[in-house]
Structures are given as C-alpha cells and as structure tokens.
C-alpha cells in the first residue's frame, strides 16, 4: 500500500462534516434540492414565512399542521417541496431524535444565512463589506491579535478588494444596462476604501514586518477606488 502524508482521524472527519453540515444549513433557503439553487423567489419566502414563525413559537416549536397553517397562502405542494428540502438539508429538524416525532425547530444557522443573502441582494455587498471592515478595525485593535493573524486580514481584503475591482471594470466596460442594475455596488465606495486605507495604515503601524503584505492591500485599495470612479463616471454620463 502506498504511504499517505495525510492520515485520516476520526476528529478529521468530524470536523469536515461539521463544515459541510453548516454550508448545507446556511443555504438550505436557496436551495431547490440538494444539489441546486432555486430560481423562484416564492420558494424563498416559504422559507423566510417558515423561521418567522417558529421564532415566534419559540420553546413550543411547530407541528407539521401548524407549519401548514402558516404557509396556508401557499400551495400545499410547492410547500411540502420547500419543507423537504428545508429538512433533508437540516434547516429544519426534529426537536428529538426520536420514533413519531410531532415537533420541529429551526435551525439559527440557516436564519442567519438567509438574513446575509438578503443584505447581499439589496446592496450588492456593501453592508457586508462595511460589517467586515469595522470587525477587522477591532481585530487589529485588539492587543492578543498576532501578526500571522494580522498578514491572514490584510490578504484576505486584497484577494476581495482585487475582484471587486475586477467586476467593476467589467461593468464598465458592458452595458450600461447591466451597469444601472449593478448600481448598488456604487454606492458610498469612497467611505469603503477609507476605512480600508485606515485599517492598512494601523496594520503596517503595528507590524512593520507586513511592509510587503500592506503594499499588495494598498494596491488592490487604489485599484478598487479607480475602477468605483470610472462605473460611477460612466453612469453619471449617461444619465446626462
């Protein structure tokens, strides 16, 4: 048998089914089945109508008659489709394990994912990037942080700085429809590459051996800024 450098444990595989089993939970909402992603806004909404109710049921969780009930404005087989994937992909579950189970309960991960879905398709990811920028001021801030952490920050905002600035030079040079709708991805940018240009500057403070990592951020930040201007130039143009 040949020798492997990656030995397989029991805590290996644990810990990537626990990884698996929260992606499958925070987009079990999108999901159609389990292998694809729905195309039909109702089928969210069944979803969302679904946790609301059970966080408002709270301890006394749901039976699937009151699932119904309050899914009634729904037709009973888009419903009973939703809750099927809802629980084959652990977004909703038994309260117990156990034989004749009545009630069920939601899964928070899967709440929590869809509040950040929704963010993102009202923004385009902005109030994403503002939550993750004021995390990161904290993190750098914060006297137990080590400067492996600090270069994993700093290349973690690049690699995201670089494709937003990458999708924003393709918008600009498309369609202006498709420009127009992308529009929300405009929106208060300068601010944006402020507080990045802030966090760079408290990063390379701290940890001047990150000199070479911080130049690579701060690039990716002009970058950034430069293609906002130019989709911005270009919507203002043509709008008169």
């Known amino acids: 048998?040949?020798?492997?450098?990656?030995?397989?444990?029991?805590?290996?595989?644990?810990?990537?089914?626990?990884?698996?089993?929260?992606?499958?939970?925070?987009?079990?909402?999108?999901?159609?089945?389990?292998?694809?992603?729905?195309?039909?806004?109702?089928?969210?909404?069944?979803?969302?109508?679904?946790?609301?109710?059970?966080?408002?049921?709270?301890?006394?969780?749901?039976?699937?008659?009151?699932?119904?009930?309050?899914?009634?404005?729904?037709?009973?087989?888009?419903?009973?489709?939703?809750?099927?994937?809802?629980?084959?992909?652990?977004?909703?579950?038994?309260?117990?394990?156990?034989?004749?189970?009545?009630?069920?309960?939601?899964?928070?991960?899967?709440?929590v994912g869809l509040m950040f879905v929704r963010r993102m398709m009202d923004d385009g990811g902005q109030s994403e990037m503002h939550r993750l920028l004021a995390l990161e001021d904290l993190n750098v801030a914060d006297p137990r942080t080590t400067m492996e952490e600090a270069r994993l920050s700093a290349q973690n905002l690049s690699r995201a700085f670089r494709l937003w600035a990458l999708e924003l030079i393709t918008l600009t040079g498309g369609t202006i429809e498709e420009l127009r709708e992308q529009a929300p991805k405009l929106w208060g940018t300068e601010e944006i590459a402020r507080r990045a240009q802030s966090l760079?500057?408290?990063?390379?403070?701290?940890?001047?051996?990150?000199?070479?990592?911080?130049?690579?951020?701060?690039?990716?930040?002009?970058?950034?800024?430069?293609?906002?201007r130019r989709a911005a130039g270009r919507l203002a143009d043509s709008a008169g």
Request: hydrophobic share 40%; with cysteine; net charge negative.
């Open 200 to 228: 760079h500057a408290t990063i390379l403070t701290r940890w001047p051996d990150l000199d070479r990592t911080c130049t690579e951020l701060r690039a990716s930040i002009y970058s950034y800024s430069d293609a906002s």
């Open 1 to 111: 048998m040949p020798e492997t450098n990656h030995e397989i444990t029991l805590d290996s595989v644990l810990s990537e089914e626990a990884v698996l089993a929260t992606y499958r939970r925070m987009f079990a909402a999108l999901a159609r089945d389990s292998g694809a992603v729905v195309d039909d806004p109702v089928l969210v909404d069944i979803a969302e109508t679904l946790f609301a109710a059970f966080a408002e049921a709270g301890e006394e969780w749901l039976t699937h008659e009151q699932m119904r009930h309050v899914c009634r404005a729904y037709p009973l087989e888009q419903f009973e489709n939703r809750l099927r994937v809802l629980k084959g992909l652990g977004a909703i579950r038994e309260v117990f394990p156990k034989p004749n189970q009545l009630r069920y309960r939601a899964s928070f991960t899967s709440v």
